[in-house]
């Protein structure tokens, strides 16, 4: 994986120097918390309901043990022993005084990491697939172009003070794992018909109060001009986007209003002017970027396993992926177990996984936009071993993309912005559902809980989505079906009226019986929607 | 009509300057004006103004303020960019709510003058313009990037 040179390393040390620098200014008061707010969310610092949150960047979602254990040594000393793995492949800490920041920023730095940018209205964190670099089925390993746009896009000087927040996913297969098309820009990297590999650009895509799929801008970008095209994209946005009103602010509003057409020639025009003005890095940097995410030293072994202990065979066939080398899988470490905060890990589980990291796979760890871990390469021989400690450490549930794996926001627990609570819902529908026997025969079902419109928890792209909505002072929730946000991605429909906390739940299950039902061979449930439609499940809920 | 005077900010209010010539001393007039306007020689951009109609008059123009009335919108950066990469080299002023915070950026942007608001810490302001040492993207200051340095033989 990447590696920090000096310079790297430079301006992440002048950044946290940057940082106590406008911590200083504002305790003296020259600096407003008007003036101080930008800067401090520039640096991942948002004020909570009950405390500040520190939000922690993992680029790509990709990290080392070693980091993995500061991220555990964080969690302790400056919070309160745990942390929250978000869906945009981060880390947040709930619980930061505002006089630590700092600090917990040069701790961090000391292991090639940092807060930058992963809040305020810049270009954020950029995003990749889970499986970057260990999928049999991509072209190339994505993470080389989003470290070149991590690079780029970090301190841009130009689009710091953007319309509202830009992000950026970069995948390189046909199956899309990391929700591309609804970022606001989505990148796949992909081979044209002379075997030339190059870059095809989503713009416009995105979830909060009005969803949008982003539409095909540019077939084919060749690599050398990567970061050209996507500085045309950006600057079109910063001159053009909305800035009168912030919820009509974001990219997809502006490529909406002009049409996907208008924005494209913009874009082209913009894209040839900066092609002679040359912003290009060198070509030699991409390949310099390429060489640490070459290959691990993979070694040939067995390519089966004993599956007589039918809770390791389950564990194997749901929270395993299939790897580019057939004697190694990728592993998901469940963040979800039965009852349990999804997305949270204790620092002693931390503190596990980058052990396991180290012991089993190649010293590499993923954050996955699901909010689970993993581990890349794992030898297929070493999986019981794996599993054993998982399992043991509370990390072993087979849960990978069933009704019990549930994206959540933080929801009305942290967040000031929230309508409803998100966390307990999710709780106790893991509870039910593992109660009643239910999960396997469920097969996939991707169920995602947001507890209001801005939709962190991804609710419009769920298979079964809920939101919290606020209704006369208590908490309410719409139940919506049919999103997904793979590769056949669509947009959730509401089923109707909302529901209470209990109501949900009991229309959760219902739903379920409907597809139970009607459900044809080897269809999942989203399968079963798109054929039968919204009725029998309207029907079934308020008939 | 407001009197062209009242539009710019005059040499006195002008605190960071990084160049050798006299500073201009007219004002300012819109936009619009300057496209009517043959001998104006100084010219002030608002937000919502596309820095691009000035292109045709960039030779006879020896200021352009842009203004940046609340420091969260940021399309003033782009415009300075643009008059830059078009070969603008007269004086690039940024006015209004100009901050610490923004400097290094604005210079990043091409920006050669500053008249902010209110006047700022001459400490703080130095340590801000020389914030980033190295940077990593290229922008209208012509500084080698770090990709740059890298590869050199
Ligand atoms: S969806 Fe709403 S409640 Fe949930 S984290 Fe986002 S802003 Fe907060």
Not at chain 1, 6 to 28: K, W
Not at chain 1, 446 to 468: D, F, R, V
Not at chain 2, 11 to 17: H, I, M
Request: with cysteine; glycine share 8%; proline share 4%.
């Amino acid at each position: 994986m990447y590696q920090y040179d000096q310079y790297d390393q430079a301006m992440v040390d002048a950044r946290v120097e940057e940082f106590r620098d406008q911590a200083r200014r504002r305790l003296e008061g020259k600096l407003t918390e008007d003036q101080f707010k930008p800067l401090r969310l520039m640096n991942g610092l948002y004020l909570q309901l009950h405390a500040y949150m520190l939000r922690v960047a993992i680029p790509y979602g990709t990290l080392n043990a070693r980091q993995m254990e500061a991220l555990a040594d964080i969690a302790d000393k400056y919070d309160r022993g745990y942390g929250h793995f978000t869906t945009r492949q981060n880390i947040q800490y709930n619980w930061i005084k505002l006089d630590d920041a700092a600090d917990a920023l040069a701790d961090l730095a000391k292991v090639e990491m940092h807060a930058i940018q992963t809040s305020g209205n810049c270009i954020r964190n950029i995003s990749s697939d889970h499986f970057a670099g260990a999928a049999h089925d991509e072209v190339a390993d994505p993470r080389p172009y989003a470290e070149l746009l991590r690079q780029w896009s970090s301190f841009h000087p130009e689009f710091t003070y953007l319309p509202r927040k830009f992000k950026i996913a970069v995948i390189a297969a046909e199956k899309d794992r990391a929700a591309m098309r609804l970022h606001d820009i989505g990148i796949r990297i992909l081979k044209n018909d002379a075997g030339e590999i190059g870059a095809q650009f989503y713009a416009g895509g995105g979830m909060g109060r009005t969803p949008m799929i982003a539409p095909l801008i540019r077939d084919f970008v060749p690599l050398d001009q990567l970061i050209t095209y996507a500085e045309a994209c950006l600057r079109v946005y910063n001159r053009y986007g909305r800035r009168d009103n912030k919820y009509k602010a974001r990219i997809k509003i502006l490529v909406h209003e002009l049409g996907a057409a208008e924005y494209t020639r913009q874009v082209e025009e913009e894209f040839a002017h900066m092609l002679s003005a040359g912003v290009e890095p060198p070509r030699e940097e991409l390949a310099r970027i390429a060489a640490y995410f070459n290959d691990p030293a993979f070694v040939d072994g067995p390519k089966t396993i004993d599956r007589s202990d039918p809770d390791f065979a389950l564990w194997v066939d749901r929270n395993t992926h299939r790897h580019k080398h057939d004697a190694y899988v990728s592993a998901v470490i469940s963040l979800k177990p039965v009852g349990g905060i999804p997305g949270d890990a204790t620092s002693d589980q931390m503190r596990l996984v980058a052990k396991l990291a180290r012991d089993y796979s190649f010293d590499e760890l993923r954050v996955m936009h699901t909010q689970n871990l993993l581990l890349p390469h794992v030898r297929i021989a070493d999986l019981p071993a794996l599993w054993a400690a998982l399992d043991a450490a509370g990390l072993g549930s087979p849960n990978m993309d069933t009704i019990e794996d549930i994206i959540a926001c933080p929801g009305l627990d942290y967040c000031s912005l929230a309508n409803a609570r998100s966390i307990p819902l999710a709780q106790r529908i893991t509870e039910r559902f593992a109660a009643n026997g239910r999960t396997g025969e469920l097969g996939e079902l991707k169920l995602k809980i947001s507890g209001c419109i801005n939709a962190c928890g991804h609710h419009h792209a769920g298979h079964i989505g809920i939101l919290g909505v606020d209704k006369k002072g208590t908490e309410n929730y719409q139940l919506s079906l049919g999103g997904s946000e793979a590769e056949d991605v669509s947009l959730a429909k509401i089923t109707g009226p909302g529901f209470d906390e209990d109501g949900v739940i009991a229309a959760v299950e219902t739903v379920t019986d409907v597809y139970l039902g009607a459900r044809q061979d080897g269809e999942r449930f989203l399968d079963t929607y798109r054929r039968i439609g919204m009725e029998p499940f309207k029907e079934a809920l308020y008939g | 009509m407001v009197d062209a005077r009242d539009l710019g900010t005059s040499p006195d209010e002008v605190q960071f300057r990084f160049r050798d010539d006299e500073p201009a001393d007219h004002g300012t007039i819109t936009v619009d004006a300057c496209c009517d306007q043959t001998n104006a020689t100084a010219v002030r951009i608002e937000p919502g103004d596309d820095a691009r109609v000035l292109l045709p008059f960039l030779d006879r123009l020896a200021l352009i303020e842009v203004n940046f009335p609340g420091f969260g919108d940021g399309r003033g950066y782009s415009s300075a960019r643009i008059l830059r990469e078009a070969g603008y080299t007269g004086e690039l002023r940024a006015v209004g709510d100009v901050l610490i915070d923004q400097l290094s950026h604005m210079r990043r942007c091409g920006f050669d003058s500053f008249a902010p608001d209110k006047r700022l810490d001459e400490d703080d302001a130095a340590r801000a313009f020389a914030t980033w040492e190295k940077v990593y993207q290229r922008a209208a200051d012509v500084r080698r990037i770090i990709a740059d340095i890298r590869h050199e033989a």
